[in-house]
């Protein structure tokens, strides 16, 4: 009987040990230095034709 009861636990633990990797969540590390947040922007000429004028404009493009 003891040692019935006794697999038993031990089945539990390594049953545990194992599903217990596998239900892991990711872990997001905040900090107050916001640079990684940044958009990356630059500037575009987009050339356009408004009534026989050339008309160039500058654009900001954001990923």
Do not use: F, G
């Not at 545990?16 to 940044?38: E, F, G, L, R, W």
């Amino acid at each position: 009987m003891k040692s019935i009861l006794l697999a038993s636990v031990i089945a539990l633990a390594t049953a545990s040990a194992a599903i217990a990797p596998t239900q892991a969540a990711t872990v997001v590390v905040k900090t107050n230095d916001h640079m990684h947040m940044k958009k990356h922007c630059r500037t575009k000429l987009v050339t356009t034709w408004k009534h026989h004028h050339k008309v160039v404009r500058e654009v900001r493009v954001c990923n």
